[in-house]
Each structure stands twice: as structure tokens, then as C-alpha cells.
């Protein structure tokens, strides 16, 4: 068990459950996506990121059993681990992730200024999407390989005789 007493007796899994919840009723998700559009965070994929995270985690060689509660997820030792594994599989997912574990610390854990100036600026760190870029480059090719019509056409009917 951790040594700290003012923690809560909650596991991980317990704790996760609770913040996903607390996320949806106080509509911080709706927030979080209308703050980055880009990203699609519902209760199911913050519920998936949070649990990657763990997994994250264990892989960069924390035990599991020192993971204890979400305040665990966002230190900014394991916050750089985690973000790292995440960048290695998916640069898109991978600030996703770094966005749900830093307004959870914000929001639920509630962390100080200091703390979350240096989780922010692990953040600003990760690849942004490109997907404005992409999707601008697929309008132009759309769009130039649509056939032209000319604004007027005249249509000349022949009738049998």
C-alpha cells in the first residue's frame, strides 16, 4: 500500500471508473472536444486512453502494483513515459492521450500550476494532427478532377422527319 495516508483507499480501476463518470455528468468530455476538434473523446475512448496509460506504464518497467491511483499517471516521470510509448504506436493517439491525462490532472486530481506547466509542455511537445492539411489537399484533388462544365449549354434536338 502507499506510504502516503492522504490518499484514497481506491484502486486504479476504481478510480478511472469514477473520473470517466465524473467526466460525462459534469460535461468536461463535451469541453475537450469542442476545445480540440480534432480529437473524438467519449466515455468509451477516455476510458481506453486512461487504460493504455496503465499499460503504458507497466511496459516502461513501472510494477503495477505502484500504480495505485491516476495521480500515479501524471507525474511528470511517467506522464514523458507514457507519452513516449504512445508517440511509438500512434502520433495522433499519442497526443489524445497526453490531452485526457492532462485535464484530468487539471480537472479531477486537481495538480498545481507548476505541475501542469510541465505536463502541458511535454504536450506541446507531441505531433499535432495533419488532418486539416490532408483533407485541404484532398479537396484540391477532388476538385481538379472534377470535369467542367461550362455555365451555359445549348442542346439541339433533332426530330424525326
Given at each position: ?8 483507499l481506491s484502486n486504479i480501476l476504481a478510480d478511472r ?56 499517471l501524471v507525474t511528470p ?85
Open positions: 500500500m502507499p506510504s502516503d495516508n492522504l490518499r484514497l471508473a469514477l473520473c470517466v463518470e465524473w467526466a460525462h455528468a459534469t460535461g468536461l468530455l463535451t469541453r475537450l472536444t469542442i476545445d480540440h476538434p480534432l480529437t473524438r473523446i467519449n466515455e468509451m475512448t477516455m476510458r481506453q486512453y486512461l487504460d493504455r496509460a496503465i499499460g503504458f506504464l507497466v511496459q516502461e518497467g513501472v510494477p503495477i502494483r505502484e500504480i495505485w491511483a491516476l495521480e500515479d516521470t511517467a506522464f514523458l513515459k507514457i507519452t513516449r510509448s504512445a508517440l511509438a504506436q500512434s502520433p495522433a493517439a499519442a497526443r489524445c492521450m497526453a490531452l485526457v491525462l492532462l485535464t484530468t490532472a487539471q480537472q479531477w486530481i486537481g495538480i498545481d500550476a507548476d505541475h501542469a506547466r510541465r505536463l502541458e509542455e511535454i504536450t506541446d511537445g507531441l505531433p499535432r494532427s495533419s488532418f486539416p492539411r490532408r483533407l485541404g489537399t484532398q479537396r484540391r484533388l477532388l476538385n481538379a478532377a472534377r470535369p467542367r462544365l461550362p455555365h451555359t449549354t445549348s442542346l439541339t434536338l433533332k426530330t424525326p422527319a
